[in-house]
Nanobody, 123 residues
Framework: VQLQASGGGLVQSGGSLRLSCASS????????MGWFRRAPGKEREFVAG????????MYSDSVKGRFTISRDRAKNMVYLQMSSLKPEDTAVYYC?????????????????WGQGTLVTVSS
């Protein structure tokens, strides 16, 4: 499975961005999907996850209420709508395919990763 993340860029604090993740194979449509991020000098952290059918979503406390994850299984796409962005959201964002049909918060439970897209939020 190959993943292609896109949509990152430079945005001012309070602004919005929509990240997209395209999967090369329909197989991923039966798996949970997640978004992670890694800020400079920090560990990779879970941001949001969605179950195989979109019926269950999870968010980290730091983004809850500001970010929304969604997926279009027919198009093999996963999205992360980010609003009310803050400078501390600056990071490289990665999409990943879960080993199961759900989206755990532990990155070790994901076996396919995209190349990452950089989000920079200026103050």
């Amino acid at each position: 499975v190959q993943l292609q993340a896109s949509g990152g860029g430079l945005v001012q604090s309070g602004g919005s961005l929509r990240l997209s993740c395209a999967s090369s194979r329909r197989t991923a449509s039966n798996n949970g999907m997640g978004w992670f991020r890694r800020a400079p000098g920090k560990e990779r952290e879970f941001v949001a996850g969605i179950s195989w059918n979109g019926g269950s979503t999870m968010y980290s406390d730091s983004v809850k209420g500001r970010f929304t994850i969604s997926r279009d299984r027919a198009k093999n796409m996963v999205y992360l709508q980010m609003s009310s962005l803050k400078p501390e959201d600056t990071a490289v964002y990665y999409c990943a395919v879960s080993r199961t049909s759900y989206s755990p918060t532990n990155y070790s439970q994901y076996n396919y990763w995209g190349q990452g897209t950089l989000v920079t939020v200026s103050s």
